[in-house]
């Protein structure tokens, strides 16, 4: 055990965090996200929600303040009537680790399959929310 670290991050995941460089991707995907379709390396976290995954990786991963967007949400899909209040939780959540260096985009739901192709990894979750996915683009420690 490591002091610090929260308990939700796998050996795996952290790895994959020290691994990534500046401008690297990630994706905390929700229980109906294809995974291993789309994603080049999955780590599973069974058993966990979206925020609180969300919450640990963030409190490791400096988001990238080099570009107009560093954290992508997927868009909802017209004609949908999904609740998108985690969107709220995963605003609330980045403020608090990276306050003003937030910055979200929304891409459709295929263009943020194809984005997720190019990933470093993917973490699959138990998030039950629909269109809870998120990337979050890597960036350097100051």
């Excluded at 303040?65 to 949400?73: A, F, M, Q, R």
Aim: hydrophobic share 40%; glycine share 8%.
């Amino acid at each position: 055990m490591l002091k610090n670290v929260p308990h939700i991050l796998s050996p795996e995941l952290i790895n994959v965090l020290m691994e990534m460089g500046h401008g690297d991707e990630i994706v905390i995907a929700d229980d109906n996200f294809p995974c291993y379709r789309y994603g080049r390396r999955v780590i599973r976290l069974d058993g966990n929600g979206g925020n609180d995954v969300l919450e640990a990786v963030i409190s490791l991963l400096p988001l990238d303040t080099y570009v107009d967007e560093n954290t992508i949400l997927m868009k909802v899909t017209e004609g949908d009537d999904a609740d998108t209040s985690i969107w709220n939780d995963y605003k609330d959540t980045l403020k608090m680790y990276e306050g003003e260096n937030v910055r979200i985009g929304y891409l459709g739901r295929f263009d943020f399959y194809e984005r997720a192709k190019n990933a470093y990894a993917v973490i699959a979750t138990s998030e039950e929310a629909l269109y809870a996915n998120i990337i979050l683009k890597k960036g350097v420690v100051n």
